[in-house]
């Protein structure tokens, strides 16, 4: 029986359909809609009725803390401006079935069920891009916690008075390791006389941000400052994770997002080396893996959504 996983996010939204083994048979996507939630709303009908086969059900992932199919606030995606009841705006428009979630939980839960979290039972995914996600399985189940806030990871406190992060606060995992805030750390540095290969390396390659694909080659020619910023973002994942290992007693963490999936493996045995010495039980055999899913890590956990739907009574 097909189901239909959708992730939204802040740039495009992506469709596809898969099979009882959940496996990808068909996908599209299309450009974010800037018209609000009923303009997106429009856009996921227009994809889910292009799949060549109607699915039995319907799993969204969605940037936004997210409770009882009810999105609380979703600042990547313009003109959501309070709470949108998504999943039954969509049950009404596409007469099936909708289950909808955040998408750091839904990427955990699609490398949990098909990626490099296979076998864990107790999984923390640390997404890594221009902030810091965080989703969780526990017990084999995806939790997403009393008000559906579970696993906000970059906004954990691991410096009082610290770093100013994206959401007002400071001293948040996100005012370290997130791309967006280790930016600004360049910038301030650059500011003050230091020098450093990012910048000329992101106009080589044509790019407004520090991608990425930048901060790798910056690494790769051992930049200074560019190896002291990802040294400081690495000392803070480890506080954060080795944290989380303590309350939670993880069995692996899933390193994904575009900045992991680009350094790859060797960032992943980085973090856990930062994250033991802040573990009370750091001879546990836990797992640290880069994601293998990818892109499709999103459409892949709102499909095992969709089924867990169908299961339930």
């Not at 292009?50 to 969204?60: I, K, N, T």
């Not at 007693?249 to 997002?257: A, E, F, H, Q, T």
């Not at 973090?271 to 880069?290: D, I, K, M, N, Q």
């Amino acid at each position: 029986m097909a189901v239909a996983g959708v992730d939204v996010g802040g740039t495009n939204v992506t469709s596809a359909l898969l099979d009882d083994d959940d496996a990808i048979y068909e996908r599209d996507r299309c450009k974010t809609p800037s018209g609000g939630p009923g303009a997106v709303v429009d856009a996921i009908a227009t994809l889910v009725a292009a799949l060549p086969e109607r699915p039995a059900a319907v799993g969204v992932g969605v940037p936004g803390p997210t409770s009882g199919g009810v999105v609380a606030r979703a600042p990547n995606l313009r003109g959501w401006t309070g709470p949108v009841a998504l999943a039954d705006m969509l049950a009404e428009r596409l007469g099936l079935p909708v289950l909808v979630d955040n998408d750091a939980n839904v990427g955990t839960l699609g490398e949990w069920s098909s990626g490099a979290g296979r076998g864990g039972s107790c999984v923390l995914g640390v997404w890594l891009g221009t902030g810091v996600g965080g989703g969780l399985v526990l017990d084999g189940r995806p939790y997403a916690g009393a008000f559906g806030a579970a696993g906000e990871l970059g906004h954990v406190a691991i410096q009082r008075g610290g770093a100013l992060c994206a959401c007002g606060r400071r001293g948040c995992l996100e005012g370290y390791a997130g791309r967006a805030s280790m930016e600004r750390r360049v910038e301030v540095a650059v500011a003050a006389g230091r020098g450093t290969a990012l910048l000329n390396l992101r106009r080589s390659k044509g790019k407004r941000r520090l991608t990425s694909g930048v901060w790798a080659a910056a690494l790769e020619q051992g930049d200074a400052r560019a190896t002291e910023v990802v040294d400081e973002a690495v000392d803070a994942l480890g506080m954060a994770v080795g944290g989380a290992i303590n309350l939670l007693d993880l069995d692996c963490v899933v390193l994904g997002g575009g900045f992991a999936e680009k350094l790859g493996q060797p960032l992943a045995d980085r973090v856990g080396a930062a994250a033991r010495p802040w573990a009370l039980v750091p001879e546990s055999p836990r797992r640290f893996v880069t994601a293998e899913l990818g892109d499709d890590a999103g459409v892949v956990g709102a499909a095992v959504l969709a089924r867990r739907l169908l299961a339930s009574p």
